[in-house]
């Protein structure tokens, strides 16, 4: 039997990786170790269509290596096998990967569904580990390593709801209905306002009134998402309930609250309103927190910044907001109400990607992750205590052009090519600029881009040639890329 080197006898511990100097017993290496990757976005953002192109390229990884090159243990011929995870229990429900295949390889293609509950994928990936890790794995039967690779989705807007912990049902509703007397938000909300007005907080409970309010509120929500690309909308499990859509204690809605008043009568609408608030942030809000996030040490967040472009002033402005909201979640240093909540436990990485990098050229990728970078104002976030370590780029979990040039006005212009959704052949699309930062108010007279939705490549549904994609690789190595080593 080959004698296993005692650790003290090798050159380099001091360089031996984290993840490994805590482990207890080295054979567990050899077994397998897990990692956790959260993907959230808000909508339209792509998370589905991210988490089936991901585990679709690196079940293709091994035969198409050419796909993941960015992703170093690929890179550097260290993939051994990608695999789905063997059948077992699943606290979770499970990503429909296999079905989304089909659609995107379906004839016509189309782009899959979007998920709206949480949900989980397992990859069991098989590498062959580099340096000490290796020598110290080699006398244990060999030197492959296992990483289990967990992927959960859920959705981004869970995230908004972290700053309600803080509140109390007044204030939130204070707070909201300011913001809703704004703008175009103050068209959209104009029957809202009208049942509240004639429903103060004041009047008797009741049952009926208070679910009429919940349900004007909802459709309000849902209406400013999917017609006008507003992002910032709290609570968010209103338009993402998942499994809660009939709980009760949903059934809230903010109402016209005087300044200087916090706490209401009991049996007056205030009151019910009040507890089902309080109700959600402890059964809803607080649970999420506590029973999944702490899990997650490694997570994307996925901003559709193109979509908000598009969008406008109010969109791009809803976005850039409801981005900030979402950083908070990863920001729980000393004496926050996260590090309650989350006890000893962190993130340890988080990157934020703008997607859909295949609408514009090359050159311009930059810019849009310059953009994200400073509309979450990411240049200035200190990682001291026990924040993330954060990072920003740009990706296309499918790319769905390719690059070209065009003559114009005696110069050659970077366009895309691509097939636009209901089109019988393709064709170049002259994308716009996309500005670095945020826009002043007075740049919105003009739209900065005119991009088409195109549909996805052809793509073959078994994982031997995988899907193209820009910067999917790189993103991964980021995330992970520490635990493959």
């Known amino acids: 039997m080959a004698k296993i080197p005692i650790i003290g006898d090798i050159p380099g511990l001091r360089d031996l990786p984290d993840w490994l100097s805590g482990t207890p017993n080295l054979t567990e290496l050899a077994k397998g170790s897990t990692v956790w990757l959260a993907v959230t976005g808000l909508s339209r953002a792509g998370k589905t269509v991210f988490i089936t192109s991901l585990v679709h390229n690196l079940l293709s990884a091994l035969h198409n290596p050419n796909r993941m090159p960015l992703l170093r243990a690929v890179g550097e011929g260290r993939l051994i096998a990608a695999q789905l995870e063997a059948a077992r229990a699943h606290t979770l429900p499970r990503f429909p990967y296999a079905a989304n295949i089909e659609a995107m390889a379906g004839t016509p293609s189309v782009w899959p569904e979007p998920t709206a509950d949480i949900s989980e994928i397992g990859v069991d990936i ?14 244990l039967g060999g030197k492959a390593a296992t990483l289990k690779l967990r992927i959960v989705d859920y959705p981004g807007e869970w995230l908004l709801d972290l700053p309600l912990l803080s509140q109390s049902y007044a204030d939130w509703s204070r707070q909201t209905l300011a913001l809703w007397k704004r703008g175009l938000r103050a068209e959209l909300a104009r029957d809202f306002f009208a049942f509240v007005g004639e429903h103060p907080a004041s009047e008797p409970s009741s049952e009926s009134v208070a679910k009429e309010a919940h349900d004007l509120y909802r459709v309000l929500l849902v209406t400013a998402r999917d017609k006008h690309g507003l992002s910032y909308l709290q609570p968010g499990r209103f338009i993402r309930p998942g499994a809660l859509a009939d709980a009760p204690y949903l059934w809230f809605a903010p109402l016209e609250v005087a300044d200087g008043v916090d706490r209401f009568t009991a049996g007056s609408l205030g009151g019910l309103m009040q507890e089902r608030f309080e109700v959600y942030k402890r059964e809803v809000v607080e649970k999420f927190y506590d029973n999944y996030f702490r899990n997650y040490a490694r997570q994307i967040v996925l901003v559709d910044v193109l979509g ?3 969008a406008g002033r109010e969109a791009f402005e809803d976005t850039r907001l409801a981005t900030e909201a979402i950083l908070q979640s990863f920001r729980y240093g000393q004496h926050n109400i996260l590090t309650r909540i989350l006890g000893s436990s962190r993130v340890e990485k988080v990157l934020f990607a703008a997607t859909k990098a295949d609408h514009i050229p090359d ?3 930059e810019h849009m992750s310059a953009l994200l970078r400073n509309m979450a104002a990411l240049p200035v976030l200190s990682a001291r205590g026990r924040d993330a370590d954060i990072d920003v780029m740009s990706l296309a979990s499918v790319a769905s052009t390719v690059e070209a040039t065009q003559h114009i ?9 691509g097939r636009k959704i209901g089109s019988a052949k393709q064709a170049k699309f002259l994308s716009g600029e996309v500005p670095m930062r945020p826009p002043r108010p007075d740049e919105w007279g003009a739209p900065f881009l005119d991009i088409p939705v195109f ?3 052809l793509i073959d549904p078994a994982p031997v040639d995988g899907i193209p994609h820009i910067n999917l690789d ?7 890329g520490d635990r493959l080593q």
């Open 126 to 139: 098989r590498f062959a580990p580099t340096g000490l890790v290796g020598q110290l794995l080699s006398p």
């Open 308 to 310: 908000a472009l598009l």
């Open 363 to 365: 050159r311009q990728r």
């Open 409 to 417: 006005d005696g110069r050659d212009i970077e366009v895309v090519v």
């Open 455 to 457: 549909e996805p490549p």
């Open 474 to 480: 790189l993103a991964l190595d980021y995330l992970i």
